[in-house]
């Protein structure tokens, strides 16, 4: 296990091993203008959502690590305190890619990458018509970290008004995790993509409680077979199976290992069945 302070390591080298660590990381696709009109678009992906009531976002353009210039995103909304923050998508990433280019002051990134803009309702800077999610927001605050190459500065927005493409909400409404086909930064060059088997649910325990890991019998808990994750399992369930659901499940499995059948129905899902078995 390599432990080290971050006063140990070079700039450089401590913001290699931070971005590998810590993703994959949501793009803020941030779309300002300066005090001339001047219009600028430029991915960043510290970022993500704070709060939904008041609805804030937070994502931070930080100081150059090479140079210690600022960005011109940074500078913008503090001259015009507005930004559109658009999601990032497959189909768009390496446009995406292109805007994130050392282009000097006053080049539109839009013309480079060949993004259309489109006009806000709301703020001043203009929205990426190919974005999906579009979030018109004030800025609130500007919070600088350092002064020095490297340092963040957090732009926190209240979003104003969402512009989100009809064809990617599900039938409730909401939007649909398996059409919208975001994309994430993670270390280096690389990126993730939301799809396909990369994507799994979990039910997130909101309301009810799991009986716990340490409620499990000291042969479950201990195996050598069963998973951190398998344990995380059964330890989700919220009651104790009874006695009659154990003994049918027990009846049905009857001749088979135990534990190699309760691993096989927790890849089904089959949590409660699994328990069962085990007890």
Not at 136 to 146: A, D, F, H, M, N
Not at 254 to 267: E, N, V
Request: proline share 6%; glycine share 8%.
């Amino acid at each position: 296990m390599l432990s080290v302070t971050p006063e140990e390591l070079t700039v450089p080298k401590l913001h290699q091993l931070l971005l590998g660590s810590v993703g994959p990381r949501p793009i803020c696709f941030a779309s300002t203008i300066d005090a001339q009109g001047n219009r600028n678009l430029a991915p960043f992906s510290f970022f993500n959502v704070f709060s939904a009531n008041p609805p804030i976002l937070v994502f931070s353009p930080a100081r150059s690590g090479r140079t210690n210039e600022t960005k011109h995103t940074h500078d913008n909304v503090k001259e015009v305190p507005q930004v559109v923050i658009n999601v990032v998508t497959y189909e768009m990433v390496h446009q995406m890619s292109l805007t994130s280019s050392p282009y000097a002051k006053g080049v539109d990134e839009f013309v480079k990458s060949g993004f259309t803009p489109i006009d806000s309702d709301l703020v001043k800077p203009a929205r990426v018509k190919e974005s999906p999610i579009q979030l018109e927001c004030e800025v609130q605050q500007v919070v600088e970290l350092g002064q020095n190459g490297g340092a963040g500065n957090l732009v926190i927005c209240k979003v104003l008004k969402m512009h989100i493409d009809e064809s990617k909400l599900n039938e409730h409404g909401q939007i649909d995790q398996t059409k919208i086909d975001l994309v994430a930064r993670m270390g280096g060059d690389w990126y993730c993509r939301a799809h396909g088997d990369a994507m799994f649910e979990l039910v997130k325990p909101l309301t009810n409680c799991g009986i716990g890991v340490d409620a499990l019998p000291e042969h479950i808990r201990l195996s050598h077979v069963l998973s951190g994750n398998d344990l995380g399992q059964l330890g989700n369930i919220e009651t104790i199976p009874d006695n009659d659901f154990i003994q049918g499940v027990k009846a049905e499995f009857a001749g088979k290992d135990p534990i190699l059948t309760a691993k096989s129905l927790l890849a089904e899902g089959k949590s409660k069945e699994a328990l069962a078995l085990l007890w």
